[in-house]
């Protein structure tokens, strides 16, 4: 039973040790003026962004912080609309992704489309990667010009203006917390994923 309250607290130690690792201005950066009520986890991301395609596709930075997050930890995903020709009409279908709760099926397939086979030239395009993936056609065009998602758009857009945002990916947590992947360790992708994650579950914990 010793051995066991031994392990445990050396386990506490460690993460002490390791959550007191990440300081302000190098793993993350507190926001000059937080942002009351936005999502507790809020990633920014374009289909244009080729660092968002590693990010998402390649690295499985999300799906990794996602992993780490305590129990009940929301967290969401919006897209920018200030790159590319079709910034505004991506976030948009984003917006009906949310709205469809399908965005888990059409993230690698617009990265695919938007950024490996330019296969998305215009809207109508965009509206063909969505029902290859499974929507029905109706219910994605009762979807893009209903309430929810022009709702949903503006959310979106209010949030990057609240936040100042300057460029993506980027994640933000509490309103108050941005991380800073420049100030983590970059020498070696397994280790700047975990610590990627690793930060974002210790800001959580900062109220």
Not at 55 to 68: A, I, M, P, R
Not at 117 to 131: E, G, H, K, P, S
């Amino acid at each position: 039973m010793k051995k066991i309250w031994l392990a445990l607290a050396g386990m506490i130690l460690a993460f002490s040790v390791s959550a007191a690792q990440f300081k302000d201005g190098k793993e993350f950066i507190t926001l000059e003026k937080p942002v009351a009520g936005e999502p507790q986890v809020l990633e920014f991301f374009s289909f244009y962004c080729p660092h968002c395609y590693q990010f998402e596709e390649v690295l499985h930075v999300s799906d990794t912080v996602k992993k780490k997050l305590p129990e009940g930890t929301k967290m969401t995903k919006y897209h920018v609309e200030f790159l590319g020709p079709l910034g505004k009409d991506l976030t948009q279908a984003w917006a009906v992704a949310m709205a469809l709760g399908v965005e888990d099926k059409i993230t690698a397939p617009l990265f695919e489309a938007v950024q490996k086979t330019q296969a998305v030239q215009n809207v109508a395009d965009i509206r063909q990667v969505f029902i290859d993936a499974g929507v029905k056609p109706e219910e994605y065009d009762a979807a893009w010009n209903s309430f929810v998602v022009k709702s949903l758009v503006a959310q979106q857009e209010k949030a990057a203006a609240d936040l100042q945002l300057q460029g993506v990916p980027a994640m933000f947590v509490n309103g108050k917390y941005q991380l800073n992947p420049q100030g983590m360790d970059t020498s070696n992708m397994d280790v700047f994923i975990q610590q990627y994650a690793d930060v974002a579950k210790f800001l959580v914990g900062q109220k």
